[in-house]
Each structure stands twice: as structure tokens, then as C-alpha cells.
């Protein structure tokens, strides 16, 4: 039986216990905080993936990007829009027009969440512009209305029709005019995507019908890839 004037003694740390002590824990803090930066910055680096893997989500990189004639268009703010327009940063390039009843819509709007779902940092680094392939229409105050009713910083490009046909042939995107019953005419066109890279080169295409999500994965990888 246990003496009640026992008492139990909590044993004491000497200071330099204590010292040990709070090293201790300041490391393995340190190392939890270290751990979690690193596995933050980890999921904020873009996934690198293969060329085909890169088919499968929508995009196809050229094995070399090409470099493009002069062109000389308008912005549709009236300024001129020429090949050394496009250097400095990364330009999404999409060939409609303003009366297309379908693909252009959709087109548009599927950019417009893809470029919301970016980055801050990424999307100030990125154009996206609609080249009209219907320039007697498309004036530059009717494109000027027309892309930024999908988002304020899309830009939209006219100018003459044998410029706008050589600046989409080097791109392969092909348009045509189609006569309708009516009297009126449409337009029909390719619905890819370009990419052109920050030197203004032709670097990708993403194909359409556009998945936002897969266009962010691929657009990042490519982005990340580049050796400027």
C-alpha cells in the first residue's frame, strides 16, 4: 500500500533539456512546412505530357513550329496587325465570322472558359483573336462588338481578303464562300484553334469541337515545353 504522505514527483528539465526540446519541435515543423511548399508548388507545375498524349486531349504540336510571311491586317481597334504583332506572347488564333450562325459562337465561348479557368499570370501572357474570314461584313467596329460580347480581352482582325486568305493558308486553316438559295452567302471555314508561340510562330493547333479543361492540361504542357 502506497504511504499517503507519498507524492508523486514530476521530473524537472534542465535548461538545456528544454533547449533540446524546442530545437526539436522547430525542426519538425520546419520540415512539415518545407514538405507542404513542396507538395503546393508540385500541383502548381504543369503537367508534361508526350505528343500523343497530347492528340488524345485535342492538341497537336508540329514537330517544328513554322515561321510566317509578313501579312499585313487591321485590328479592330483600326490599328495594323502584322506578323510582328504576334511576338512577346502566346496567341490563340480562331478563323469566323460574325454572321456564322453555330461553330463561331460555340467556339468563342468555349475560349472564353478556357481562358478563365488559366492562371492569372498565364492568362495576362496569353491573346486570343478571331480573324474574320467574312472582311466585307466584319468591319473593325462590328468584330470590336462581336468578340467581346464572349470576353473583354478577346481581339478581333479583318483587313483585305487576299491578305486574310495567305495569313490563314500558312496556317492551314481553309475558308471558302458558299452562295445561299436566298441571295445571301455564308462562309464555311476550318474550326481549329492556332497556337502561335511568343517568336510568332506556328506552333500547335488544338482541334475543334474545344473541351476547356483538356485545352488548359495541353496548353499548359506546351507552354512548359517551349524553348524560346
Known sequence: M???????????????????????????LMFIVAVLVGFVHKLSQPRIISDSELRLNGAVKLQRAR???????IKDSGDRFETSSLKGQWTLVFFGFS?????????LSSLNSFYQMLDEDIRTDTNIILVTVDPARDKPKILHDYVRYFNKDFRGITGDFIEIKRFASQLNVPFNKVNLDNGEYTVD?????VLINPLGHYHAFFRAPLDPAKMKLTYRSIRATFEG
Not at 67 to 73: G, H, P, S, T, Y
Not at 99 to 107: G, K
Open 67 to 73: 515561321i510566317l510571311d509578313n501579312f499585313k491586317l
Open 2 to 28: 502506497r504511504n499517503k504522505n507519498y507524492k508523486e514527483v514530476e521530473p524537472v528539465l534542465d535548461q538545456q533539456q528544454k533547449r533540446g526540446v524546442r530545437i526539436t519541435i522547430a525542426v519538425l
Open 189 to 193: 471555314h476550318g474550326s481549329q484553334v
Open 99 to 107: 454572321h456564322c450562325p453555330d461553330v463561331c459562337p460555340t467556339t
